[in-house]
């Protein structure tokens, strides 16, 4: 009987795939409550205690966009792979991918301005105290601005950075 459960829900998930491929934004939607604590459950192993609500919102973006890609690329003719081991392979990998880019985003920038504080406008070394009270405004503005926009809008704003 269990077995036959198993079956029926395995069937009705298939459904659901295959109707989200063919863009069907309410069978995803469905399929996105069901894998919800997945993709919660991911976004909390990859993000640091100490992280900004914004980060973990980015990760949850990017967690959402990793099960989009799994839901769309499944492949419901074999049946050798569960469809949530599938998923959580996708969303790792997508979580991680974004990570890494993250990180290389952030050397540069973290590069760029020490580089530019460090050296005025004719290329000399400058005044060691100026360049603490401009590496300080640097930080100072930089959390300004992380904490008025909106996760969004910090995405945008990084990436225009870099």
């Known amino acids: 009987m ?6 029926s829900d395995d069937a009705r998930l298939f459904a659901l795939i295959k109707q989200a491929k063919s863009n069907g934004q309410a069978a995803f ?3 996105l409550s069901l894998y919800a604590p ?3 459950s991911m976004t909390a192993s990859f993000c640091k205690t100490d992280s900004p609500v914004q980060d973990r919102e980015d990760l949850r973006q990017e967690a959402t966009l990793g099960f989009y890609r799994a839901v769309v690329s499944f492949d419901l003719e074999q049946d050798k792979v569960n469809f949530g081991a599938y ?4 969303i790792r990998n997508r979580l991680v991918s974004f990570l890494r880019t993250l990180e290389r985003h952030r050397q540069t920038l973290l590069t760029d301005d020490e580089a530019a504080l460090v050296q005025d406008g004719s290329g000399n070394v400058g005044d060691p ?3 603490l009270v ?3 405004t640097f930080q100072e503005l ?3 601005i992380h904490n008025t926009l909106s996760p969004f809008e910090n995405r945008i704003w990084r990436l225009y950075l870099s």
């Not at 269990?2 to 079956?7: I, Y």
């Not at 998923?87 to 996708?90: R, S, Y």
Request: proline share 0%.
């Open 2 to 7: 269990n077995h036959n459960v198993q079956k």
């Open 29 to 31: 939607e469905e399929l």
């Open 38 to 40: 997945l993709i919660e």
């Open 87 to 90: 998923a959580k392979t996708c």
């Open 129 to 131: 105290g100026s360049e």
């Open 134 to 136: 401009e590496w300080e």
């Open 142 to 144: 930089s959390r300004l």
